[in-house]
């Protein structure tokens, strides 16, 4: 039974229980003691704007939550570990008064496992998960879009650095279990028919009514992981909109199941504008492989790319996030790119690891067991800030300008709609290189 249409949640409660001075000039060797040269991309992920509002009453539900990392109350670059609306200690154990847990948190706590066919003992544990909407409010006037589509909470691929383990936190779990508890959101069709009529502009305010809003598909999480399989929320979300149209909408994964659904992407592309994005971080396999344990091997994606441009879809590559000392190697970012562009690639983009506190509370130990070379840098660099330093990010600007002028890519389609509209709207003289290094690299996020 997919709970894309079931019937109402139960009542009975569910109990989970979870787990319990800076320059360009660092990591100087790669962990195999190669020469490297630093150099990485301006965050991609600082950017996907947050909910702020408290989770107050279970009627509000998934709206008032995020799918995005929250907006720093610190400048852009110096995001404190100590101040936010995340969360910086573990996670409140649910294993506490019902009446304590509000919002987000109470419907998780009572949501109703979701049936699997899956017998493998790593599997996660599925939950349906009662929403209110599935079309998200991003408010952020710094990136190209206006709402999310998230169809899971929770990822399996289990990226060691995905920065929206935060969003479980929303839930009162740990962000440790962001693999481990997949939540599938209940009725998203209709949801998103009612969502679309009741929210969506065909002239956003942004684009000064020259535009659509855009809406992107998973900012927070994979929406084709394996739970996609079985309970196909994401399908049921593109079905709605292929009944549309005018409508503005991109989607970002790790997954070659992308390419499942091209004769749905081929209906939305006749009638709407559309725009693919697959997430290729390296071509080593043993190394993807140790970053993202259970995503799709690098040439699978590289082949999704093909067969989508095949179709005649309009997709790009992000090489998102850049890891300090792991994958950007001298040649290794170029190697994806070169890849990308000879399965037709239209666009490509990357950016710098961001580390949210649940997210480093994950890696920074991964950092120290798998590569002890770079744990005392990472520790210096990550310790109080959630960014790498401003020279490395510059330097990491400027190689993938290089890289996009060498291979001929062009601007990603929502980067330039925004940059467009901004003009347009704010009626300023902006500076094409300042845009550039506040845009680039900022959609969707490390869809970890």
Not at 162 to 185: N, P, Q, W
Not at 237 to 253: F, N
Not at 351 to 379: D, H, N, T
Request: hydrophobic share 35%.
């Amino acid at each position: 039974m997919s709970p894309v249409c079931s019937p109402a949640a139960h009542s009975f409660r569910i109990r989970h229980r979870h787990a319990s001075p800076t320059t360009a000039g660092l990591f100087p060797e790669n962990p195999d003691g190669s020469s490297m040269k630093l150099v990485s991309i301006r965050l991609v992920n600082d950017t996907l704007n947050a909910d702020r509002k408290a989770v107050g009453d279970s009627s509000i539900l998934d709206q008032a939550t995020t799918d995005g990392p929250p907006v720093s109350g610190t400048q852009r670059g110096t995001q404190s570990r100590d101040i936010g609306s995340v969360r910086n200690a573990a996670a409140v154990s649910l294993e506490r008064a019902p009446a304590r847990l509000v919002g987000i948190a109470r419907l998780a706590a009572s949501s109703p496992p979701a049936e699997t066919l899956r017998k493998s003992a790593e599997k996660p544990e599925y939950f349906v998960l009662p929403v209110k909407s599935i079309l998200n409010r991003c408010d952020s006037q710094r990136v190209p879009f206006e709402w999310t589509i998230n169809p899971y909470r929770g990822c399996e691929f289990a990226c060691k650095y995905c920065y929206a383990r935060y969003t479980h936190e929303y839930m009162e779990l740990d962000g440790s279990e962001f693999e481990k508890k997949i939540y599938v959101k209940k009725d998203a069709a209709p949801l998103l028919a009612y969502d679309i009529s009741r929210k969506y502009s065909y002239a956003s305010e942004r684009s000064g009514g020259e535009r659509p809003d855009h809406i992107a598909i998973g900012t927070a999480t994979d929406p084709y992981q394996p739970a996609e399989r079985e309970h196909g929320v994401t399908r049921a979300c593109l079905e709605e909109l292929a009944k549309r149209e005018g409508l503005s909408i991109s989607v970002i994964t790790k997954s070659n199941q992308i390419v499942r659904d091209i004769d749905l992407f081929k209906k939305i592309a006749e009638r709407s504008e559309l725009s693919l994005n697959i997430t290729i971080t390296t071509l080593r396999p043993k190394l993807a492989r140790l970053l993202e344990p259970r995503a799709p091997r690098p040439d699978l994606r590289i082949a999704a790319v093909r067969q989508l441009r095949e179709a005649g879809l309009a997709v790009g590559v992000s090489a998102a996030p850049l890891i300090p000392g792991i994958t950007d190697r001298e040649g290794d970012l170029e190697a994806v790119a070169e890849a990308a562009k000879e399965a037709g690639a239209l666009w490509f983009w990357s950016g710098v690891l961001f580390l949210m506190p649940s997210s480093a509370k994950q890696f920074l130990p991964f950092v120290r067991e798998k590569f002890p070379r770079l744990a005392k840098q990472y520790e210096e660099w990550y310790r109080k800030n959630g960014y790498a330093p401003e020279e490395y990010r510059r330097k990491a600007a400027e190689r993938v300008a290089r890289i996009r002028q060498k291979y001929g890519f062009n601007p990603r389609p929502q980067h330039e709609a925004q940059r467009t509209a901004q003009r347009v709207q704010l009626k300023l003289g902006w500076d094409d290189e300042a845009v550039t290094e506040q845009l680039d690299g900022r959609h969707a996020c490390a869809t970890g």
